[in-house]
């Protein structure tokens, strides 16, 4: 199975900027599509962001269009999620997850995900 751990969460005060790190292993990280959840306590897990094996169009929740930015590495098996201008209400586990096949499109509910990693606490202080 695919094996993905996540990086870069923390403390940071609201308006900063936190980059979160998703490292992959194999050799399949490439032709999956990828994407970004979070779970804040006591609420659902719900998508952040999602982006294609290919390169296509990426896919951004509301809460976080125009701050955050997807990007993938294949060379390097690492996904990023650039976080800017943070706010309190983005306090969460933060999780990166991959698709079990390649698809055209990206893909935005829990269902096509099928390896996971363990998260990393982002917390923002008002």
């Known amino acids: 199975q695919v094996q993905l751990v996540e990086s870069g969460g923390g403390l940071v005060q609201a308006g900063g900027s936190l980059r979160l790190s998703c490292a992959a292993s194999g050799r399949t990280f490439s032709s999956k599509g990828m994407g970004w959840f979070r779970q804040a306590p006591g609420k659902e897990r719900e998508i952040v962001a999602a982006?294609?094996?290919?390169?296509?169009?990426?896919y951004y929740a509301d809460s976080v269009k125009g701050r955050f930015a997807i990007s993938r590495d294949n060379a390097k098996n690492t996904m990023y999620l650039q976080m800017n201008s943070l706010k309190p209400e983005d306090t969460a586990v933060y999780y990166c997850a991959t698709t079990r096949l390649s698809y055209v499109g990206v893909r935005t509910t829990e269902d096509f995900y099928d390896y996971w990693g363990q998260g990393t606490q982002v917390t923002v202080s008002s």
């Open positions: 982006i294609p094996w290919n390169g296509g169009a990426t």
